[in-house]
């Protein structure tokens, strides 16, 4: 079913778009809100999103054709900018994971105005998986952001719930690739590299992999000192099993570690 979206948008034939089940028209639908969004009248504001954020619930696994219709909407939402906040920190709350990893990603590309909300949810969450997901969005924003957060990111590498812990282990070596050494404070940088090395014998291999990586990164961008190198080399070898140790058992850990090495080993040559 093609079904046109007016502009002024008209909900009820959004309505009817998206529950077609048709990704094209879908998509010109995404497209006509995205290219006259100074036409649409603030009061439609909250219910055009909550209707394009409902294909963040397709499984795209068993609908790949709305992939692209997907990554439509985030663009398009976020196009809307500030207005769509308040809808989007709404279904935050309300909303299953999956949902919610495409929902940060919105947030997380409107950027600035963003920041604010969800930097409430990262310091005062009703759950571990919403302080999880802000984590995940702000590492997305300027600079300033992540220089904001980069402490208490450091901190939540420690965190008792496992998906902050892989969260946090990600984020830092996203914060760390985007900066230059010397523009993090010395002191922050051996914080991080001190908590990463802790979570190598991490219980969960997700967060030893993530460990691992924000280390390689670490190395890459020659954050670290002689030293750190050497104590990096020396946990990362254990993770493959030289020096008489039992390598990782999972694959996803000696992988990310063997990255890691090549790193070490290059810049330490």
């Given at each position: 079913?093609?079904v046109?979206?007016m502009v002024?948008?008209?909900?009820k034939?959004l309505?009817?778009?998206f529950s077609?089940?048709?990704?094209?028209?879908i998509?010109k639908?995404?497209?006509?809100?995205t290219?006259?969004?100074?036409e649409?009248e603030l009061?439609?504001i909250p219910?055009?999103?909550?209707?394009l954020?409902?294909?963040?619930?397709?499984?795209l696994g068993?609908?790949p054709?709305?992939?692209?219709?997907?990554?439509?909407t985030?663009?398009g939402?976020?196009?809307?900018?500030?207005?769509?906040?308040?809808t989007?920190?709404?279904?935050?709350r309300?909303?299953?994971y999956k949902?919610?990893?495409?929902?940060?990603?919105t947030l997380g590309?409107?950027g600035p105005?963003?920041?604010?909300p969800?930097?409430?949810i990262?310091y005062?969450?009703?759950?571990?998986w919403?302080r999880?997901?802000?984590m995940?969005?702000l590492?997305?924003m300027?600079?300033?952001?992540?220089?904001?957060?980069?402490?208490?990111?450091?901190?939540a590498l420690?965190?008792?719930d496992?998906e902050?812990r892989?969260?946090?282990?990600?984020?830092?070596g996203?914060?760390?690739?985007s900066?230059k050494?010397g523009?993090?404070?010395?002191d922050?940088?051996?914080?991080?590299f001190?908590?990463?090395?802790?979570r190598?014998?991490?219980?969960?291999?997700?967060?030893?992999?993530?460990?691992?990586r924000s280390?390689?990164?670490m190395?890459?961008?020659?954050y670290?000192?002689?030293?750190?190198?050497?104590?990096?080399?020396?946990?990362?070898?254990a993770?493959?099993?030289?020096?008489?140790?039992?390598p990782?058992?999972f694959y996803?850990?000696r992988?990310?570690?063997?990255e890691?090495?090549?790193?070490?080993?290059?810049?330490?040559?």
């Amino acid at each position: 079913m093609e079904v046109e979206v007016m502009v002024p948008v008209d909900i009820k034939r959004l309505y009817e778009v998206f529950s077609s089940d048709d990704p094209i028209a879908i998509r010109k639908a995404i497209a006509a809100i995205t290219e006259n969004i100074e036409e649409l009248e603030l009061r439609q504001i909250p219910e055009v999103v909550e209707i394009l954020a409902s294909l963040f619930y397709i499984d795209l696994g068993d609908k790949p054709e709305f992939v692209e219709a997907v990554e439509d909407t985030v663009m398009g939402i976020a196009a809307i900018g500030e207005p769509a906040i308040p809808t989007l920190m709404w279904l935050l709350r309300e909303s299953d994971y999956k949902a919610n990893l495409m929902i940060a990603r919105t947030l997380g590309r409107i950027g600035p105005s963003a920041y604010g909300p969800l930097k409430d949810i990262f310091y005062f969450p009703e759950s571990p998986w919403q302080r999880s997901l802000a984590m995940f969005a702000l590492a997305k924003m300027h600079e300033g952001a992540l220089m904001e957060i980069f402490p208490d990111t450091v901190n939540a590498l420690d965190d008792s719930d496992r998906e902050i812990r892989d969260t946090a282990a990600r984020t830092v070596g996203r914060i760390i690739d985007s900066f230059k050494p010397g523009q993090i404070p010395h002191d922050l940088v051996v914080n991080a590299f001190e908590r990463l090395l802790l979570r190598l014998r991490d219980s969960s291999a997700v967060v030893r992999a993530k460990a691992v990586r924000s280390i390689g990164k670490m190395a890459r961008n020659r954050y670290l000192s002689m030293d750190q190198l050497a104590s990096a080399r020396e946990a990362v070898a254990a993770l493959l099993g030289e020096d008489d140790n039992d390598p990782d058992p999972f694959y996803l850990v000696r992988r990310e570690a063997e990255e890691t090495m090549e790193y070490i080993m290059q810049v330490t040559a």
